[in-house]
Protein backbone atom coordinates (compact mmCIF):
# COMPACT_ATOMS: atom_id res chain seq x y z
CA UNK A 1 0.00 0.00 0.00
CA UNK A 2 2.85 2.76 1.25
CA UNK A 3 4.64 1.84 -2.30
CA UNK A 4 1.16 2.74 -4.60
CA UNK A 5 0.84 5.69 -2.54
CA UNK A 6 3.99 6.79 -2.95
CA UNK A 7 3.75 5.91 -6.62
CA UNK A 8 0.52 8.57 -6.86
CA UNK A 9 2.84 11.30 -5.22
CA UNK A 10 5.31 10.95 -7.73
CA UNK A 11 5.75 13.98 -9.70
CA UNK A 12 5.17 12.31 -13.02
CA UNK A 13 2.16 10.15 -12.11
CA UNK A 14 -0.19 13.00 -13.16
CA UNK A 15 1.57 13.19 -17.12
CA UNK A 16 1.16 9.19 -16.68
CA UNK A 17 -3.02 9.20 -16.12
CA UNK A 18 -3.62 11.95 -18.58
CA UNK A 19 -1.61 9.92 -21.23
CA UNK A 20 -3.34 7.12 -20.35
CA UNK A 21 -7.17 9.05 -20.85
CA UNK A 22 -5.78 10.35 -23.93
CA UNK A 23 -4.83 6.56 -25.18
CA UNK A 24 -8.67 5.55 -23.91
CA UNK A 25 -10.25 8.18 -25.52
CA UNK A 26 -8.54 7.74 -28.73
CA UNK A 27 -8.92 4.40 -29.23
CA UNK A 28 -12.81 4.57 -28.12
CA UNK A 29 -13.05 7.11 -30.88
CA UNK A 30 -11.09 5.14 -34.00
CA UNK A 31 -14.00 2.06 -32.71
CA UNK A 32 -16.83 3.92 -32.59
CA UNK A 33 -16.37 5.87 -36.35
CA UNK A 34 -15.65 4.88 -39.53
CA UNK A 35 -11.95 5.78 -41.12
CA UNK A 36 -12.18 8.78 -43.60
CA UNK A 37 -11.16 7.26 -46.22
CA UNK A 38 -13.77 4.17 -45.88
CA UNK A 39 -16.18 6.44 -44.78
CA UNK A 40 -15.94 8.99 -48.13
CA UNK A 41 -15.15 6.65 -50.29
CA UNK A 42 -18.48 5.07 -49.59
CA UNK A 43 -20.41 8.24 -50.02
CA UNK A 44 -18.25 8.55 -53.91
CA UNK A 45 -18.65 5.50 -55.35
CA UNK A 46 -21.45 3.16 -54.30
CA UNK A 47 -19.49 0.38 -54.46
CA UNK A 48 -16.76 -1.83 -53.04
CA UNK A 49 -14.16 -2.28 -55.72
CA UNK A 50 -14.33 1.61 -57.35
CA UNK A 51 -11.39 3.00 -54.89
CA UNK A 52 -9.39 -0.34 -56.54
CA UNK A 53 -10.52 0.26 -60.06
CA UNK A 54 -9.99 4.03 -59.83
CA UNK A 55 -6.79 3.36 -58.86
CA UNK A 56 -5.66 1.41 -62.43
CA UNK A 57 -7.49 4.25 -63.78
CA UNK A 58 -5.48 7.18 -62.29
CA UNK A 59 -2.24 5.06 -62.71
CA UNK A 60 -2.77 4.81 -66.33
CA UNK A 61 -4.66 8.10 -67.31
CA UNK A 62 -3.36 10.84 -64.39
CA UNK A 63 -0.13 10.40 -62.51
CA UNK A 64 2.50 11.03 -65.10
CA UNK A 65 1.24 14.72 -63.96
CA UNK A 66 -0.05 14.55 -60.44
CA UNK A 67 2.22 11.76 -59.37
CA UNK A 68 1.64 7.56 -58.52
CA UNK A 69 0.41 8.61 -55.01
CA UNK A 70 -1.52 11.66 -56.71
CA UNK A 71 1.12 13.98 -54.35
CA UNK A 72 1.79 16.10 -57.67
CA UNK A 73 4.59 16.64 -60.10
CA UNK A 74 6.44 19.99 -60.10
CA UNK A 75 5.57 22.41 -63.35
CA UNK A 76 2.72 19.78 -64.23
CA UNK A 77 -0.26 18.74 -62.18
CA UNK A 78 -0.52 19.44 -58.35
CA UNK A 79 -1.16 17.07 -55.35
CA UNK A 80 -4.96 15.88 -55.39
CA UNK A 81 -4.97 14.22 -52.12
CA UNK A 82 -8.19 16.42 -50.41
CA UNK A 83 -9.03 17.78 -53.10
CA UNK A 84 -12.50 15.43 -53.04
CA UNK A 85 -14.71 13.26 -55.33
CA UNK A 86 -16.39 16.62 -56.24
CA UNK A 87 -13.66 18.38 -58.44
CA UNK A 88 -12.72 14.78 -60.18
CA UNK A 89 -16.28 14.59 -61.19
CA UNK A 90 -16.27 18.25 -62.59
CA UNK A 91 -12.85 18.46 -64.35
CA UNK A 92 -12.99 14.72 -66.15
CA UNK A 93 -16.75 15.06 -67.11
CA UNK A 94 -16.55 18.46 -68.45
CA UNK A 95 -12.92 17.32 -70.48
CA UNK A 96 -10.99 20.19 -68.64
CA UNK A 97 -8.63 16.74 -67.41
CA UNK A 98 -6.87 15.01 -68.39
CA UNK A 99 -4.87 17.73 -70.09
CA UNK A 100 -3.45 18.34 -73.24
CA UNK A 101 -2.09 21.12 -73.68
CA UNK A 102 -1.16 23.15 -70.37
CA UNK A 103 -2.12 26.48 -70.15
CA UNK A 104 -3.08 29.23 -68.33
CA UNK A 105 -6.70 27.48 -68.18
CA UNK A 106 -8.00 24.58 -68.63
CA UNK A 107 -10.62 25.04 -71.28
CA UNK A 108 -14.40 22.53 -71.41
CA UNK A 109 -14.11 20.17 -74.31
CA UNK A 110 -14.82 16.65 -75.12
CA UNK A 111 -13.79 14.09 -72.78
CA UNK A 112 -11.65 11.38 -73.13
CA UNK A 113 -12.96 8.49 -74.98
CA UNK A 114 -12.45 6.01 -71.52
CA UNK A 115 -14.35 8.83 -69.79
CA UNK A 116 -18.18 7.28 -69.14
CA UNK A 117 -20.15 7.41 -66.01
CA UNK A 118 -18.60 4.50 -64.32
CA UNK A 119 -15.17 5.52 -65.08
CA UNK A 120 -15.05 9.10 -63.61
CA UNK A 121 -17.55 7.22 -60.40
CA UNK A 122 -14.41 5.32 -59.80
CA UNK A 123 -11.57 7.51 -60.06
CA UNK A 124 -13.34 9.81 -57.72
CA UNK A 125 -13.96 7.21 -55.31
CA UNK A 126 -10.29 6.41 -55.41
CA UNK A 127 -9.15 10.24 -55.10
CA UNK A 128 -11.83 10.69 -52.09
CA UNK A 129 -10.04 8.06 -50.51
CA UNK A 130 -6.56 9.28 -50.26
CA UNK A 131 -7.87 11.94 -47.91
CA UNK A 132 -11.74 13.25 -48.20
CA UNK A 133 -12.69 16.31 -49.53
CA UNK A 134 -15.80 17.43 -50.96
CA UNK A 135 -18.60 14.87 -52.44
CA UNK A 136 -20.38 14.39 -55.53
CA UNK A 137 -23.91 16.12 -54.72
CA UNK A 138 -27.16 14.35 -54.69
CA UNK A 139 -29.58 14.34 -57.40
CA UNK A 140 -31.86 16.30 -55.26
CA UNK A 141 -29.46 18.56 -53.88
CA UNK A 142 -29.18 19.92 -57.95
CA UNK A 143 -32.93 19.83 -58.76
CA UNK A 144 -33.49 23.11 -60.43
CA UNK A 145 -37.20 22.28 -60.25
CA UNK A 146 -36.89 22.62 -56.28
CA UNK A 147 -35.27 26.10 -56.09
CA UNK A 148 -36.33 29.39 -56.17
CA UNK A 149 -35.24 31.58 -58.94
CA UNK A 150 -35.90 34.49 -57.57
CA UNK A 151 -34.03 33.87 -54.56
CA UNK A 152 -31.09 32.58 -56.88
CA UNK A 153 -31.41 35.26 -58.88
CA UNK A 154 -30.01 37.55 -55.97
CA UNK A 155 -26.87 35.29 -54.70
CA UNK A 156 -25.89 35.07 -58.17
CA UNK A 157 -25.81 38.72 -58.78
CA UNK A 158 -24.07 39.17 -55.26
CA UNK A 159 -21.24 36.19 -55.61
CA UNK A 160 -21.12 36.00 -59.66
CA UNK A 161 -21.64 38.43 -62.36
CA UNK A 162 -18.51 39.84 -61.68
CA UNK A 163 -16.83 37.36 -63.77
CA UNK A 164 -19.59 35.53 -65.34
CA UNK A 165 -21.96 38.26 -66.38
CA UNK A 166 -25.53 38.77 -65.36
CA UNK A 167 -26.59 35.99 -67.72
CA UNK A 168 -23.62 33.41 -66.99
CA UNK A 169 -22.06 34.01 -70.61
CA UNK A 170 -18.61 34.37 -68.82
CA UNK A 171 -15.90 37.12 -68.99
CA UNK A 172 -12.10 37.80 -69.52
CA UNK A 173 -10.05 37.74 -66.12
CA UNK A 174 -6.32 38.71 -65.93
CA UNK A 175 -3.37 36.58 -66.72
CA UNK A 176 -5.03 34.92 -69.62
CA UNK A 177 -7.73 33.14 -67.81
CA UNK A 178 -11.44 33.59 -68.28
CA UNK A 179 -14.90 32.76 -66.43
CA UNK A 180 -16.10 30.17 -68.29
CA UNK A 181 -20.17 30.26 -70.26
CA UNK A 182 -22.37 28.53 -67.64
CA UNK A 183 -24.60 27.21 -70.55
CA UNK A 184 -22.73 23.90 -71.42
CA UNK A 185 -22.33 22.98 -67.70
CA UNK A 186 -24.98 20.67 -66.18
CA UNK A 187 -26.82 21.86 -62.94
CA UNK A 188 -24.45 19.13 -60.93
CA UNK A 189 -21.14 20.77 -62.18
CA UNK A 190 -22.56 23.49 -61.37
CA UNK A 191 -22.87 22.46 -57.57
CA UNK A 192 -19.41 21.34 -58.14
CA UNK A 193 -17.91 23.99 -59.05
CA UNK A 194 -19.03 26.39 -56.26
CA UNK A 195 -17.46 23.79 -53.70
CA UNK A 196 -14.50 23.09 -54.91
CA UNK A 197 -13.39 26.19 -56.75
CA UNK A 198 -12.10 25.59 -60.04
CA UNK A 199 -9.34 28.07 -62.08
CA UNK A 200 -9.81 31.27 -60.66
CA UNK A 201 -13.12 30.77 -59.06
CA UNK A 202 -13.18 31.22 -55.09
CA UNK A 203 -14.68 28.12 -53.20
CA UNK A 204 -18.12 28.91 -51.84
CA UNK A 205 -18.53 26.02 -49.07
CA UNK A 206 -21.98 25.32 -47.48
CA UNK A 207 -21.11 27.81 -44.12
CA UNK A 208 -20.65 30.74 -46.99
CA UNK A 209 -23.52 29.67 -49.60
CA UNK A 210 -25.73 26.62 -48.19
CA UNK A 211 -27.12 23.66 -50.09
CA UNK A 212 -30.01 25.39 -50.14
CA UNK A 213 -29.02 28.32 -52.17
CA UNK A 214 -26.88 26.78 -54.33
CA UNK A 215 -30.00 25.23 -55.84
CA UNK A 216 -31.69 28.23 -56.10
CA UNK A 217 -29.18 29.62 -57.79
CA UNK A 218 -28.98 26.49 -60.22
CA UNK A 219 -32.64 27.21 -60.83
CA UNK A 220 -31.91 30.67 -61.82
CA UNK A 221 -28.73 29.95 -64.21
CA UNK A 222 -30.99 27.34 -65.68
CA UNK A 223 -33.60 29.81 -65.98
CA UNK A 224 -31.90 32.26 -67.71
CA UNK A 225 -30.40 29.30 -70.10
CA UNK A 226 -34.06 28.71 -71.11
CA UNK A 227 -35.08 31.98 -71.90
CA UNK A 228 -36.15 33.19 -75.23
CA UNK A 229 -35.60 37.06 -76.53
CA UNK A 230 -37.92 38.37 -77.98
CA UNK A 231 -36.72 41.49 -78.56
CA UNK A 232 -34.58 40.16 -81.46
CA UNK A 233 -30.80 39.24 -81.09
CA UNK A 234 -29.07 38.66 -77.88
CA UNK A 235 -25.96 40.01 -79.03
CA UNK A 236 -24.34 37.51 -76.73
CA UNK A 237 -26.05 38.89 -73.90
CA UNK A 238 -23.22 40.51 -72.19
CA UNK A 239 -24.50 43.71 -71.60
CA UNK A 240 -23.93 47.58 -72.92
CA UNK A 241 -20.80 46.44 -74.62
CA UNK A 242 -22.07 44.81 -77.66
CA UNK A 243 -25.30 46.93 -77.52
CA UNK A 244 -23.51 50.33 -77.46
CA UNK A 245 -20.87 49.23 -80.40
CA UNK A 246 -23.81 47.96 -82.61
CA UNK A 247 -25.71 51.25 -81.62
CA UNK A 248 -22.14 53.16 -82.67
CA UNK A 249 -21.79 51.08 -85.84
CA UNK A 250 -25.13 51.22 -87.72
CA UNK A 251 -25.11 54.65 -86.36
CA UNK A 252 -22.35 55.77 -88.00
CA UNK A 253 -22.78 53.56 -91.03
CA UNK A 254 -26.13 55.36 -91.35
CA UNK A 255 -24.97 58.88 -91.06
CA UNK A 256 -22.19 57.99 -93.53
CA UNK A 257 -24.56 56.58 -96.46
CA UNK A 258 -26.47 59.83 -95.44
CA UNK A 259 -23.73 62.25 -95.97
CA UNK A 260 -22.67 60.04 -99.29
CA UNK A 261 -26.23 60.31 -100.72
CA UNK A 262 -26.38 64.26 -100.06
CA UNK A 263 -23.46 64.62 -101.46
CA UNK A 264 -24.49 63.07 -104.72
CA UNK A 265 -27.40 64.79 -105.01
CA UNK A 266 -25.93 68.01 -104.62
CA UNK A 267 -23.42 67.11 -107.54
CA UNK A 268 -26.16 65.99 -109.56
CA UNK A 269 -27.96 69.00 -109.17
CA UNK A 270 -24.74 70.99 -110.37
Known amino acids: MNRITAGRRHPLARYAVLLLALGLLGFTYTLAAPTSERADAAIASGKADDVAEGKKLFEQSCSSCHGLNAEGVEDRGPGL ?9 FQV ?20 PWVNDDTVRQL ?10 PTIPTAEQVDASKGDKAKGGELFRANCIQCHNFTG ?5 TQGKYAPPLYPASE ?14 PVFNDSIIT ?15 EQKDP ?14 LVAWIVGLSLLSLAAIWIT ?7
Do not use: F
Open 188 to 201: KQIYEAMITGPQAM
Open 169 to 173: EGGAL
Open 231 to 244: GGADLGRIGPVTEG
Open 124 to 133: AAYIQSLGGG
Open 93 to 112: SSGRMPLSNPGAQAPRKQPA
Open 211 to 225: PEQKRDMIAYIVGVR
Open 81 to 89: VGVGAASVD
Open 264 to 270: AKRRQAQ
